[in-house]
């Protein structure tokens, strides 16, 4: 707050966007290089979310939840229920962002065995490294230090695991659920888990009663190169988080989604009390529920994840010339999700406080490439419609960013 309140800060201040480009107060053009953090799908200013969320604003935008419901939201789950097979993933809660949709996953798990008679089942198993957001809860479920340690007198207790191997020793009796962030931990710098690591948790977590929670508040919605992450592993959880790009990037609206044998354990009389007591003021929100709705229309109208295959492999090659860089450590991608880590001409790190990686994305905004990086790893995660131009664009800006940056710097 210190350096953004200083006199000389020219704060960015974004005024306009169209497709994968933004502009500031002073008309400089940038690429979104981090997709708006990590929420914009289709690009900016589409005309058919516009559409949609004026449309929908010109009847109403918004209603309860609590004892009455809206179209698009009733058409929104119709529409995410129909993406997965029958009495799969075939029920919708609605809340308001990614950390909120952990947060529903976290508390109708814990409910869910309860009402099942298992009620020593109140532990929840995370990764280390993960990031499942900052609210307390969604914060408990958290492994990285900078935004947990603060805050762990207030926090459940998670049992943590590195990777499988951890899991297969920990006594699952007292497990209500196991929460990942599938094929990828975004908050971690990009850090990839190995193939076959979703199947292997899904069949421990079978074979030992766990219910198994999908974290794909960062990776669903094509990032990946498939429209659930989950689906590059065929494997489905019993809760699945949406937020982010839920909306195309538009509005702040999450889902998490869950099996009919779950929804199942919440009927019964009014007097049993299995009642789900949950839920935000803007649940199902009908404005957040038509863009939604149109950002998935508009995978099937643009043939998105056909055209974003060439995509992801053109930004492999692309890549593949910064790996030549002295400054350039490892690069991990997975679909339009990548970390470039920037490390000393000898292979060691920077100390992090000399703030490498943020002095790099600065200098790539000169060269009209705008991200954050997550200490000295790069982000460069644009919007599924970034062209191959802008994609060139956004490598080059990177690497002139990164020869500025490292060259100069003391090494
Ligand atoms: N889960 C994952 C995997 C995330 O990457 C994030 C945010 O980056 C969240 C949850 C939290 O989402 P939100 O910031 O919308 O609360």
Redesign the pocket.
């Known amino acids: 707050m210190k350096a953004w309140c200083a006199p000389d800060h020219d704060p960015i201040v974004l005024v306009e966007g169209q497709g994968a480009i933004l502009w500031d107060r002073h008309g400089r053009e940038y690429i979104d290089g981090n997709s708006s ?2 929420t914009n799908i289709h690009g900016h200013n589409h005309p058919a979310i516009n559409a949609a969320i004026k449309s929908q604003l010109d009847k109403v935008a918004h209603v309860s939840f609590l004892g009455s419901t809206n179209v698009p939201a009733i058409e929104l789950a119709e529409k995410l229920a129909g993406r997965f097979p029958p009495r799969t993933l075939t029920r919708t809660f609605y809340s308001d ?6 947060e529903v996953a976290v508390k109708m798990a814990l409910q869910y065995w309860q009402l099942r008679g298992r009620p020593e089942k109140t532990r929840f198993l995370a990764f280390e490294n993960a ?5 307390t809860g ?1 914060s408990s479920l958290g492994g990285l230090g900078t935004f947990t340690s603060r805050f762990a007198a207030i926090h459940f207790p998670v049992e943590r695991a590195a990777n499988l191997e951890a899991i297969s020793s920990r006594d699952p009796d007292r497990l209500a659920a196991v929460v990942i ?1 599938p094929l990828v ?3 971690a710098g990009i850090r990839l888990w190995p193939p076959g690591m979703l199947a292997s948790l899904r069949a421990w977590c079978d074979a030992h009663d766990v219910l198994l929670i999908f ?5 669903a919605f094509g990032r990946t190169g498939r429209l659930f992450a989950c689906e590059h592993e065929n494997v489905l959880p019993d809760l699945l ?1 949406l ?2 790009g839920l909306t195309g990037g538009y509005l ?1 609206l ?1 889902a998490t989604l869950t099996t009919e044998s779950i929804y199942d354990a919440f009927l019964g009389e009014y007097h049993e009390l299995k009642t789900f007591f949950y839920g935000h003021s803007y649940c199902g929100n009908p404005l957040g529920c038509a863009a939604a709705l149109a950002n998935l229309e508009i995978f099937e109208e643009e043939n998105t994840l056909e055209t974003l295959k060439e995509k992801i492999v053109f930004l492999r090659d692309l890549l593949g010339g910064l790996r030549t860089l002295a400054n350039v450590g490892e690069i991990r991608q997975c679909g339009l999700i990548v970390g470039i880590e920037i490390q000393r001409d000898s292979g060691k790190p920077f100390p992090w406080q000399e703030e490498v990686g943020a002095r790099v994305c600065a200098a790539a905004r000169k060269y009209g490439l705008l991200t954050r990086p997550i200490l000295d790893t790069i982000i460069l995660m644009p919007p599924l419609c970034t062209t191959r131009p802008q994609l060139e664009r956004a490598t080059e800006a990177i690497q002139r960013a990164i020869q500025e940056v490292c060259e100069r710097h003391h090494q």
Not at 97 to 102: F, H, K, L, R
Not at 131 to 135: K, L, P, W
Not at 215 to 219: G, I, S
């Open positions: 953090i990590w962002d990614g950390s909120t949709a952990v990031y499942h957001g900052d609210t969604a962030e931990q975004g908050a974290d794909e508040v960062l990776t988080c937020a982010k702040p999450a």
